[in-house]
């Protein structure tokens, strides 16, 4: 299902390989708590590979479209990178949360818990808490020279762009007519995990040596480009719409032409087409402030408070519940609940709902509160207070993810299946 070289991913665009459905990853961002995430992707892959008796299967073959916003930008370039030598993914999915546990404690370092707290605060008043060094040189030793064009399936990775004040989402649908967005992919992970008052914002220019190309008035006004871009959260900390649009647009671009067009033969509101995976970071909806507290709070204590930054917490949070709450709306509207998985923790406590505390016993117990996140009951969002409920005969989210395992790897052969034979 995946490929480097076309924008619908699988091996090939020919006019035979049409799709039955189109498949989405998402994942959302929440700094350490990608560790959650990266354990069900674990579980996920190695159904897959049960499934396809193939230990070498990874995520990236299975979806048209991986997503991903902050942290889950990092899983995103991780699972869909390419290996220089071998040409598959850069990570396997069970080496994700060991990659967090090894490296958290370099991004997001903190020597004694109490002095580093009050340090961390002051340093948040002035300037960012963390440089971004240790990440940024790790996710160029990582990712090396490997551009958005390289990655092995589609990606969309949402960023924003402080210079002007707009979101700028990064997309291989868009390459073909938007070539100054074919960034590194290092400079793309950075860009959407520079959180406000955590780390620095990122600067960085693309160069198009091909020239200019006017089509749709979509393409870029030069040879040239600036980013100065900061956390995705901001404008899409739960990227499943972005995907989805991004795979409409491509659709309504691309239908009149002689193009990749065949591999999506469906109407861009055909979203009852979609199978959908998506993964949260973890939240926490019991009370965590109150009216009568943040009736006194001036701008210090909305930007800093206990070592965290309440608005950017409630900003991301709300942009992740509202797009759970409207595609659960939407799928059942269309009467295709079973297309829409949404798999997410909503009680967080203590440290463990921190995006930066990188201690061994924080970052142990995120691996297994993923693990017993599989165990848990499919759960959908209550439209009113934004918890989540357990669905009825739907079983548990590993054993939904194994249902949903084979039907990828059936839509997977199917599409192979129907390949011209050379």
Request: with cysteine.
């Amino acid at each position: 299902m995946a490929s480097s070289s076309s924008p619908g991913g699988a091996s090939s665009s020919s006019p035979g390989d049409k799709v039955k459905l189109v498949t989405v990853l998402s994942i959302d961002g929440g700094g350490v708590r990608g560790i959650i995430p990266a354990t069900v992707l674990a579980f996920l892959e190695k159904k897959l590979q049960e499934v396809d008796e193939n230990p070498d299967a990874r995520i990236a073959d299975y979806f048209d479209v991986v997503a991903g916003t902050s942290t889950g930008g990092l899983l995103t370039a991780m699972l869909t990178a390419p290996d220089k030598s071998s040409g598959r993914p850069l990570f396997a999915a069970k080496d994700l949360a060991k990659f967090y546990v090894d490296n958290s404690p370099n991004i997001f370092p903190q020597k004694n818990w109490v002095l580093s707290k009050i340090a961390g605060t002051l340093r948040m008043v002035s300037g960012p808490k963390y440089d971004g060094k240790y990440l940024h040189s790790i996710l160029r030793e990582k990712l090396g020279d490997t551009r958005l064009s390289d990655t092995l399936t589609n990606v969309v990775i949402p960023t924003f762009d402080i210079a002007n004040l707009q979101p700028t989402i990064f997309s291989k649908f868009e390459l073909k007519y938007k070539p100054l967005k074919n960034a590194l992919l290092s400079d793309i992970s950075i860009g959407t995990s520079a959180a406000p008052t955590f780390f620095p914002a990122h600067y960085f220019e693309t160069k198009d040596d091909r020239g200019q190309t006017r089509e749709f008035n979509l393409v870029d006004g030069g040879q040239t480009r600036e980013f100065t871009l900061v956390d995705g959260g901001l404008a899409a900390n739960n990227p499943t719409l972005c995907a989805m649009s991004q795979v409409s647009k491509y659709i309504t671009l691309e239908k009149d032409k002689d193009s990749d067009y065949d591999f999506f033969p469906v109407k861009p509101a055909e979203y009852g087409k979609f199978l959908v995976i998506s993964i949260g970071c973890g939240s926490n909806h019991d009370e965590k402030y109150s009216a009568k507290e943040a009736a006194k709070w001036g701008v210090f204590n909305w930007l800093v408070k206990g070592g965290s930054a309440p608005i950017i917490d409630m900003l991301t949070t709300a942009s992740a519940n509202m797009v759970d709450i409207h595609l659960c709306v939407l799928f059942s509207a269309l009467h295709s609940e079973e297309n829409y998985l949404r798999i997410q923790y909503d009680q967080l406590k203590g440290s463990a709902g921190s995006i930066d505390d990188s201690s061994k016993e924080n970052l142990d117990n995120l691996v297994r509160i993923g693990e017993e996140l599989l165990k848990k009951n499919v759960s959908r969002v209550d439209l009113e207070t934004g918890r989540y409920v357990d669905v009825p005969g739907e079983g548990t989210n590993e054993q939904q993810l194994t249902k949903l395992a084979k039907l990828l790897s059936d839509e997977r052969r199917r599409r192979q299946n129907e390949l011209p034979k050379n």
